[in-house]
């Protein structure tokens, strides 16, 4: 008998994440470019046996209602899974979900299956990925660290419009980095790390986010997945060379936390739940803004901008405002020009002896 596969609560809170990005992912891209490929690595059998859906089919519902407004755009597919009986169900899943679509869509969708290592298939993946007019997601969701190198990510980075959803398992990185010689630090830490720094989860952690932003360039977000005691389990990071993709990961992360709560920073709702936290903002709203516009007053809207594209400031758009009107009350800043509700065209100015 198949062996039983549920998705634990961790892993359908990445579902959610993923849902949500790729609604208005599919939107945006499919307004803009030709063609819109999605790429599952490690992509499982869609849909579990407790009947939840997994990423593919998250990507395949996502393409549909972006099909039904934008017809026109090519909709493509690579699903890899190293397992042929899981790549089995995966096609049998999604026959039957393509069933449920209109005829239309099934005709404008192109699904390549590869039962490999993804490895195998990257390079010509990541070329297909940066072809003309095409915008690429890929979702590199494996069961354990080792088998993603940092060469991967920092080669898919390489396409000007490609993003990378990616589950960092730092935990088995920690569990098993006795383990671990030289050769296969390098290959999941990158080049030129230093087995003596696979110290502890944070350290593993922060020194690959800052490499990864460093030789991709790209916008590097990460949330930390946690069990129920705290104890971190991995790491999803998302990767873009665009502030438009920072700002929506960012507002996904921010919708999410409100309800259900378990995705909440707010240490009220994260009792005995497992919590997804947003890293906090290091830096005090008023020292950032103190930093952006010095003496000089400024635009609310410029400063949207300075920090829904900074990836170490976790500040929305309604948390500025939010910010902006305590700093008013508080008499640190004064409204210049614009409407009295303040809105990104109300232009303020720090107050001098603040
Ligand atoms: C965590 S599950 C994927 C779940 C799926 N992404 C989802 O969200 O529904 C990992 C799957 O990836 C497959 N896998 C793990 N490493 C792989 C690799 N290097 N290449 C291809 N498939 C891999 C496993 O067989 C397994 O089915």
Not at 150 to 173: C, Q, Y
Request: contains cysteine; glycine residues 4%.
């Amino acid at each position: 008998m198949a062996e039983m596969w549920n998705p634990k609560e961790h892993s359908q809170i990445k579902e959610s994440i993923l849902e949500k990005y790729l609604g208005v992912w599919y939107m945006k891209i499919t307004y803009r470019f030709r063609r819109a490929y999605y790429v599952d690595t490690c992509s499982g059998p869609g849909v579990f046996d407790n009947g939840i859906h997994g990423s593919p089919m998250i990507a395949l519902k996502n393409a549909f209602e972006a099909w039904k407004k934008h017809p026109s755009c090519g909709y493509e597919f690579v699903f890899c899974d190293a397992k042929a009986d899981v790549l089995r169900r995966l096609k049998e899943n999604i026959t039957s979900f393509l069933s449920c679509f209109e005829s239309g869509f099934n005709s404008a969708v192109q699904i390549h299956f590869h039962e490999c290592d993804f490895l195998e298939k990257f390079d010509m993946i990541l070329n297909e990925a940066k072809k003309k007019e095409t915008a690429a997601f890929l979702f590199i969701d494996p069961f354990n660290a080792s088998t993603v190198p940092f060469e991967a990510i920092e080669k898919a980075m390489k396409g000007i419009s490609t993003e990378v959803l990616f589950n960092f398992m730092h935990s088995d990185i920690n569990r098993n980095k006795r383990l671990m010689n030289s050769e296969k630090t390098e290959r999941i830490m990158g080049k030129g790390y230093d087995q003596e720094k696979l110290k502890s989860v944070p350290i593993i952690r922060d020194r690959y986010i800052s490499d990864l932003r460093e030789r991709t360039g790209a916008y590097v977000t990460y949330y930390t997945m946690k069990t129920p005691s705290e104890s971190p389990l991995y790491d999803l990071i998302h990767l873009t060379k665009h502030c438009d993709g920072l700002s929506i990961m960012k507002e996904v992360m921010s919708s999410l936390s409100k309800s259900p709560h378990y995705f909440s920073n707010d240490e009220r709702y994260a009792k005995d739940q497992l919590t997804i936290f947003v890293p906090r903002s290091r830096d005090s709203f008023f020292e950032v803004l103190k930093s952006v516009c010095g003496s000089e007053q400024i635009r609310v809207e410029r400063l949207y901008n300075e920090i829904m594209c900074d990836d170490k400031l976790f500040w929305t758009k309604s948390s500025i405002l939010e910010q902006i009107r305590g700093l008013l009350e508080t008499g640190k800043i004064k409204l210049v020009s614009g409407p009295k509700r303040i809105n990104k065209n109300s232009v303020i100015e720090i107050l001098e002896d603040s």
